[in-house]
């Protein structure tokens, strides 16, 4: 056997033992509780005005992804594996010019703040932070002055901590597992009882934003990134460790917004 095919062999197991790993963290995400307790208009806004912010920084995640693992800067070289500025690219295309419910181009954060105003969930706080970044000012200092909510503040904070590290496989894992993976299994999980609960609300950007994601991740996305894992650690016990770790503590802190997001429905006063 030669090399290649046994570390390719070798890298599906390690996925596999990843997968099996943050199982636990992830059905309790796929089975939160918050999603049977969104039963108002007002209770969806409140969601929505929170997970916009994860949505935003999703993309971040996506960015420093092509920042690390494709040529960004001037004078231009070829910067790593062929294959996986291919896979990063791609997904790129898609979550940052797709089409929109209504055949337009849009980034998947645009197609969100659209279904927040059709559903008439206020934007102004992450308008605000949008704003300060575009002004320059520091993510932690924006969020401060746009008044994002705790839950959100410390959401964002462990992105960027990630971001921060400039170590490729390590964003990837925040990206793939945190993120990708999951997707497909936890927005079914919320859009199901959404509409269970709203069968007569016009809530069509909102589902249309949601199985879009669905559908890329669950086809094409989630498939990438993990391929893009396995390129990205090889046979490196080091690198995988640290997927596992980095997975598990960005399971840990969806956990912590969604236990957020559900203290502010059940404490109005709160938000």
């Not at 249309?208 to 990205?232: K, N, V």
């Not at 016990?237 to 960005?250: E, F, G, I, R």
Request: proline share 4%; charged share 20%.
């Amino acid at each position: 056997m030669t090399l290649k095919p046994f570390i390719l062999s070798k890298n599906k197991a390690m996925i596999s033992s990843v997968v099996a790993q943050i199982k636990e963290l992830q059905d309790q995400l796929i089975y939160h509780p918050l999603y049977k307790e969104i039963r108002t208009p007002a209770d969806l806004r409140l969601f929505m005005e929170h997970h916009v912010f994860a949505v935003w920084d999703f993309m971040s995640l996506l960015k420093g992804l092509q920042i690390q693992l494709t040529g960004t800067t001037l004078p231009w070289v070829p910067i790593g594996s062929p294959e996986t500025r291919y896979l990063i690219n791609e997904i790129v295309v898609a979550e940052e010019t797709d089409l929109n419910l209504y055949g337009k181009r849009q980034s998947h954060f645009e197609m969100y703040l659209g279904a927040m105003q059709k559903a008439g969930a206020q934007t102004k706080t992450i308008d605000r932070f949008i704003e300060y970044i575009v002004g320059g000012m520091d993510y932690q200092k924006a969020l401060q002055h746009a008044g994002a909510p705790d839950a959100v503040c410390q959401f964002v904070q462990f992105t960027f901590s990630v971001l921060e590290t400039q170590q490729p496989h390590k964003i990837a894992a925040a990206f793939t597992f945190g993120r990708e993976d999951l997707i497909p299994q936890m927005f079914t999980a919320i859009i199901d009882a959404i509409q269970n609960q709203f069968p007569e609300e016009d809530l069509a950007e909102f589902s249309y934003y949601f199985h879009r994601h669905i559908e890329l991740d669950d086809d094409t996305h989630g498939p990438l990134a993990l391929s893009m894992i396995e390129q990205l650690c090889g046979d490196d016990l080091q690198k995988w460790a640290d997927v596992l770790a980095v997975s598990q503590a960005a399971l840990k802190h969806r956990i912590l917004l969604w236990e957020g997001i559900l203290c502010h429905i059940k404490n109005p006063v709160l938000a």
